[in-house]
């Protein structure tokens, strides 16, 4: 067994597998269905596919997402 590691702000989609040493940074956005496998070192990106990889850029627009002056974020 390895530690997993999930960083601030992430949004993890449903049915997501994370595997042992996965280490997820901060503000991103994983689509449902992936499977992480490694470490992760790109923030701002949204991961998805069998294994996770980089599948978009976040947009500044994204980015407020993240910075919520209040609020739930879910």
Do not use: H, Q
């Not at 998805?48 to 978009?56: D, E, H, M, T, Y």
């Amino acid at each position: 067994a390895k530690p997993v590691k999930i960083g601030n702000y992430v949004s993890i989609g449903s049915g997501s597998i994370v595997l042992k040493g996965t280490e997820i940074p901060d503000n991103v956005i994983i689509g449902a269905g992936a499977v992480l496998n490694k470490k992760y070192e790109e923030s701002y990106k949204v991961y998805g596919g069998v294994p996770a990889k980089v599948k978009k850029d976040l947009s500044k627009e994204d980015i407020k997402w993240f910075s919520r002056p209040s609020g739930d974020v879910f």
